[in-house]
């Protein structure tokens, strides 16, 4: 097996509470039996992803067909962590009968001398706090956006299966990423509570749905993937509007939330 680290370069400063690792891997003959991708150190498991995305550049160095899905993300959290000290990682592939690779490559990095679990990062990271963190209590709730975030519409290209997929974007607003994933031949629909944000979707010719936010109007498995961009911290109920996601679009839901970059100490 072939694999390879971009992110984190060997002996660079890491925080081991929220430490982003990136790169690739493929398995040759056994490459379409990958389950995931691990992250140990000192034989603790401390990430892990079964998103594998496609990676344009390696699929032309290694003469593999376009589609191949060869590039992970993923956020470790490692929190028995020494300060100021070498840190060893381990890349690690699980396949599906459930047998794991050997370490296909370590490489040390260095972490950095503050624990930040011990700094005064406000009411998300306060261990007092159990209640939901909706927008209203990080941001001023305005109109939807008409332009897509640069950031998102390039992770949706990353992750999304391959286009003509069947796609709901639910709240999808005024459709900012809609048009771009029709004109990438996306069978895009849209859902959307907002009267005001249909309009905008019937003035713009998107195809959509008018929904109460509890049901979706569609036949089970009626999708291949499903994308909920800055919706869930608006959700009242997060489970059911998820269960309710799910039966609809079961392979797969890519999720984007305000602060995401506090995901890792929100581990536990």
């Known amino acids: 097996m072939l694999a390879f680290l971009d992110i984190p370069v060997a002996d660079t400063l890491c925080d081991p509470l929220a430490l982003r690792v990136e790169g690739w891997v493929h398995g040759a003959a056994d490459h379409a039996d990958i389950a995931a991708v691990e992250i140990y150190t000192a034989g603790e498991l401390i990430g892990a992803t079964r998103a594998l ?36 990682l381990s890349l690690i592939v699980a396949f599906a009968d459930g047998h794991r690779s050997p370490a296909l490559l370590t490489r040390t990095v260095h972490t950095v001398a503050r ?60 459709g900012s990423y809609g048009r771009g994933l029709l004109a990438h031949g996306y069978d895009w629909h849209g859902a959307e509570v907002s009267v005001s944000d249909c309009a905008a979707l019937t003035r713009a010719g998107l195809p959509h749905s008018h929904v109460t936010g509890s049901h979706l109007p569609f036949p089970d498995a009626a999708f291949d993937a499903a994308m909920a961009i800055e919706v869930l911290e608006h959700i009242d109920e997060p489970s059911a509007f998820l269960t309710e996601i799910r039966r609809v679009a079961p392979r797969q839901l890519i999720v984007s939330v305000p602060n995401s970059e506090l995901l890792s100490y929100l581990h536990d």
């Open 53 to 88: 995305a496609v990676r344009p550049d390696v699929n032309t160095a290694l003469n593999l067909p376009a589609g191949t899905r060869t590039g992970f993300q993923i956020d470790a959290h490692f929190a028995a962590a020494v300060f100021d000290a070498p840190l060893a």
């Open 115 to 174: 624990d930040y679990r011990q700094n005064h990062f406000g009411i998300l990271l306060d261990a007092t706090t159990v209640a939901i963190q909706r927008r209203g209590n990080v941001f001023a709730t305005g109109p939807s956006l008409p332009d897509p975030s640069a950031v998102v519409a390039a992770l949706l290209a990353r992750h999304l299966p391959s286009a003509p997929a069947r796609v709901i974007d639910v709240g999808c607003g005024v």
